[in-house]
């Protein structure tokens, strides 16, 4: 019933109407997303690395930041942050952005320093142990021998974060972030219609989800079981020693 | 040039390792044998502190290997150690799997450490296999490479542990040959192994470990032709 009265009352003239709205609402989506995301592996990295140390200094910090954000609702880091942190840090509000972005990165980080932390632990002790005996250093066995195994093993996971984030990003609406839902939010508050603005907001982000899928699966396939290069580039390779 | 005094290792509660006591000296061949779990890759990994040591002393050309102060990747340089499963890098071919460490570790230019790395290759009989990534190899050339490998940070001491172990039997040979040949040239070795042949032949001296101590040591014809201790005469007894 209440589709059909829908789909008989169907106006999506309205939502052309505030085309701009929704077209800047993209923009604000990807570009916290990606913010989030980046800073979230980077900083997801340190975390991870950190939650595998044997000091406790550096371990309890990690453990304990990694529970707080991944124990408590994003949308209450949200407020916590653009009301409470920066406000009391810097004096005033930094806009929504800067809020937003640092959120979903902090948020986004403790959830990747397990993947982070899980992908390094996976990599056989013996490869560590190797780089230890040729006399490498800690730090460098793990930049140079166990990180760039471990990346591999944690592509599939790090995509579903990904993905995640660009959904979760929809909660920075409540600190009037001008993102996708936003612009349904401002459509459905001007005409009094629900279906459509909320529809198109939905599909717009299914078609993010799938472009992201679409990418990630690109990766995944890039750095697949085998190390050894494409055959392409083999030849090239020994095209070049020859 | 290695000196181990009352060295105990403990995991836990369990005691592993109850108080060495061995020396050796340069350009010796040192084989350790005996019944497995007695210790000896514990042994052997004290020495590069890939383990840490309960209570004892190991000294490495004079220098104390377990004092704090004691920069551990400076005497790790100077040590080389195979594993019994090779533990080459997957992502790295063999070229680089042997450039790596001189080039971050010891600052040599990367066209002097791949100089290098053919010329360790061709000793081990794998020049052809620069390119190749480890899993495109046999466990016999990978073990040769990772050999080549240690040899490329320019040790003055390798450690073995059990080399051939994961082997198949066709393979044991041209690892084993490798070893020999580097034992030949002089270098200090210190090698874990059940193959009682590369012990009798290529051996200075053999130690016997059981439960944690070195029940006997002595050259490969008093410990293989008269072994005195009883433990000794058993273990052989089921090897030989
Ligand atoms: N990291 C560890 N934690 C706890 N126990 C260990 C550890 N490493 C070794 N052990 C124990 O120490 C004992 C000696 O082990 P080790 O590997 O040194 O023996 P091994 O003589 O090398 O034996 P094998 O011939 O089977 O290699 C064994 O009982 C083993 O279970
Ligand atoms: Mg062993």
């Given at each position: 019933m209440v589709v059909i009265d829908f789909l008989d009352n169907i106006r999506f003239d309205m939502i052309w109407n505030y085309k701009e709205l929704f077209i800047r609402g993209i923009w604000v989506t990807l570009s916290l997303t990606a913010v989030g995301y980046i800073g979230g592996v980077i900083f997801g990295l340190f975390l991870g690395i950190g939650k595998l140390s044997k000091k406790r200094w550096v371990y309890y910090p990690s453990k304990f930041y990694v529970d707080f954000f991944r124990g408590t609702p994003l949308l209450v880091q949200i407020l916590l942050i653009h009301t409470a942190l920066i406000p009391s840090i810097f004096g005033q509000s930094l806009g929504f952005f800067v809020s937003g972005a640092t959120a979903l990165?902090?948020?986004?980080?403790?959830?990747?320093?397990?993947?982070?932390?899980?992908?390094?632990?996976?990599i056989e002790k013996g490869q560590m142990e190797a780089a230890r005996s040729l006399g490498m250093p800690r730090k460098e066995a793990m930049r140079y021998i166990v990180l760039p195994q471990a990346i591999r093993r944690m592509v599939p996971p790090l995509g579903n974060e990904l993905i995640a984030l660009l959904k979760d990003s929809s909660l920075v609406t409540v600190i009037a972030a001008t993102d996708i839902l936003y612009a349904g939010k401002v459509v459905a508050g001007a005409y009094q219609r629900f279906w459509e603005p909320y529809i198109t907001a939905a599909i717009l982000y299914l078609i993010l989800t799938w472009i992201f899928t679409k990418l990630i699966t690109y990766v995944e396939k890039r750095y697949s079981n085998s190390y050894i290069p494409s055959q392409r580039r083999r030849i090239f390779s020994f095209g070049r020693a020859s | 040039m290695i000196k181990i005094k009352g060295l105990h290792k403990s995991f836990g509660e369990l005691k592993v390792l109850k108080g060495i006591d061995c020396e050796i000296s340069e350009k010796e061949v040192v084989c350790v044998i005996g019944p497995s779990g007695s210790g000896k890759s514990t042994f052997l990994r004290c020495i590069n502190l890939l383990e840490d040591i309960?209570?004892?002393?190991?000294?490495?050309?004079?220098?104390?290997?377990?004092?704090?102060?004691?920069?551990?990747?400076?005497?790790?340089?100077?040590?080389?150690?195979?594993?019994?499963?090779?533990?080459?890098?997957?992502?790295?071919?063999?070229?680089?799997?042997?450039?790596?460490?001189?080039?971050?570790?010891?600052?040599?230019?990367?066209?002097?450490?791949?100089?290098?790395?053919?010329?360790?290759?061709?000793?081990?009989?794998?020049?052809?296999?620069?390119?190749?990534?480890?899993?495109?190899?046999?466990?016999?050339?990978?073990?040769?490479?990772?050999?080549?490998?240690?040899?490329?940070?320019?040790?003055?001491?390798?450690?073995?542990?059990e080399p051939t172990s994961a082997l198949d039997p066709e393979m044991v040979k041209e690892v084993l040959d490798v070893m020999k040949q580097l034992a030949l040239e002089g270098m200090t070795m210190v090698v874990v192994t059940h193959e009682m042949g590369f012990a009798r032949e290529m051996g200075d001296r053999v130690l016997f470990m059981d439960e944690g101590v070195l029940v006997e040591e002595g050259t490969p014809s008093e410990v293989f032709g008269q072994p005195k201790s009883p433990r000794t005469q058993d273990f052989l007894s089921k090897v030989l």
């Open positions: 990165m902090l948020n986004c980080a403790a959830y990747n320093a397990e993947i982070i932390r899980a992908g390094i632990q996976s | 309960t209570d004892g002393e190991v000294y490495i050309n004079d220098v104390k290997v377990n004092d704090p102060t004691t920069d551990i990747n400076e005497i790790r340089k100077e040590v080389g150690m195979v594993f019994q499963q090779f533990n080459l890098f997957p992502h790295m071919n063999v070229l680089e799997n042997i450039t790596i460490a001189p080039v971050k570790i010891r600052n040599m230019h990367q066209v002097e450490a791949e100089d290098l790395a053919y010329q360790l290759l061709e000793k081990v009989g794998l020049r052809d296999k620069a390119h190749a990534y480890p899993e495109q190899l046999s466990g016999g050339q990978m073990q040769r490479v990772a050999i080549a490998r240690a040899l490329a940070m320019k040790p003055k001491v390798m450690l073995f542990d």
